[in-house]
C-alpha cells in the first residue's frame, strides 16, 4: 500500500529495531492491531492516546488507546528493492 508515501514506498524492504516497544516520540513504527499488521508514524497525545498517521495526506489520521495495538518495534531504515 501507499500509505507511508513519499517517506516510504510499498516495495522498500524495512529494518526495526525491536528494542524501541513504546512509541515515545514521533517516529515510524512497526506495530499489529486486531486488523493486522501496519508500519505508521505514531506520535503519543497528551491523553495517552496515539494518533496513528499516515505520510500520504490522502490517508486520514486515527486515533487509539495504547492497548489497541503492539508495537513491534522503531523502523530505523529502509532501501528500496532491487530487482
Known sequence: RDTM?????????IFVEKTKKEALR?????FTTTHGLFVKRIQ????GKLDII????D???QILNKNE???????????????
Open 5 to 13: 508515501e513519499p517517506t516510504l514506498k510499498s516495495e522498500n524492504i
Open 26 to 30: 514521533d517516529r515510524i513504527y512497526a
Open 44 to 47: 503519543r497525545r497528551v491523553d
Open 54 to 57: 499516515s505520510d500520504n495526506k
Open 59 to 61: 490517508y486520514p489520521s
Open 69 to 83: 495495538l503492539e508495537i513491534l518495534g522503531k523502523v530505523i531504515s529502509s532501501f528500496g528493492m532491487v530487482y
